[in-house]
Structure formats: C-alpha cells, structure tokens
Nanobody, 122 residues
Framework: QVQLVESGGGLVMAGGSLRLSCAAS????????MGWFRQAPGKEREFVAA???????YYADSVKGRFAVSRDNVKNTVYLQMNSLKPEDTALYYC????????????????WGQGTQVTVSS
C-alpha cells in the first residue's frame, strides 16, 4: 500500500513558476514509476510527466522544455518543477504510482493522491 500526498499548488501569474511535491509512504518507493497527471474542469485527466525507477523521465509535448520531474528516494518524494506557466496549465494536478513501470496511461497507476490545484492567471 502506498499513500501519496501532493503539495505546492497555488495561484501564479502567467510566466511564473511552481514546484509541486508528492510525498509517498511505504518502503518500496524507489521501485515505483511516479507520474503526474492533471485534470481541468470539463476535460479528461491527461498525462503530464513521469519518472521511472531507473530515473528515466517522460513528458507530454505540451509541457516539454517547461516542466521537470525528479525524485528523491531518500525522502520518498517526487517533484514537478513547472516553469513558464501558461493559463492552459490551470488544472488539478495529481501524482500517482505505478508498480510496473508503465507510465503513459492513467490506468497503469495503482495509487493516487488527492490532487493539488494549480491556477495560472493571464
């Protein structure tokens, strides 16, 4: 069982930055692929970024070059650094854990946090 708690969301102006954190419980955190997804009102949940257990990183085209995902296996925490934020990045951001290193589809993830809201004003 893995419990995930996100933090770091907030209101920021376009062009600004935020860093999201996701703290995980459990002793096998390093074995999981960790993903970030987001969901805006009226839209489907979409993949944002992920980092595998081997530290390979993957990004949606819409955030490539602006967002960076990283992990600290000592602190059992995964981060999402978001730079050059745009109003279209506004959404509820979730972190999730996948035990099989599959990272693209939300159905691959077993454990989910409650989400943290990111709002980017123009």
């Amino acid at each position: 069982q893995v419990q995930l708690v996100e933090s770091g969301g907030g209101l920021v102006m376009a062009g600004g930055s935020l860093r999201l954190s996701c703290a995980a419980s459990g002793r096998t955190f390093s074995n999981y692929a960790m993903g970030w997804f987001r969901q805006a009102p009226g839209k489907e949940r979409e993949f944002v970024a992920a980092i595998r257990s081997d530290d390979g990183t993957y990004y949606a085209d819409s955030v490539k070059g602006r967002f960076a995902v990283s992990r600290d296996n000592v602190k059992n925490t995964v981060y999402l650094q978001m730079n050059s934020l745009k109003p279209e990045d506004t959404a509820l951001y979730y972190c999730a854990a996948s035990g099989n290193n599959a990272i693209w589809a939300y159905t691959s993830y077993t454990y989910w946090g409650q989400g943290t809201q990111v709002t980017v004003s123009s």
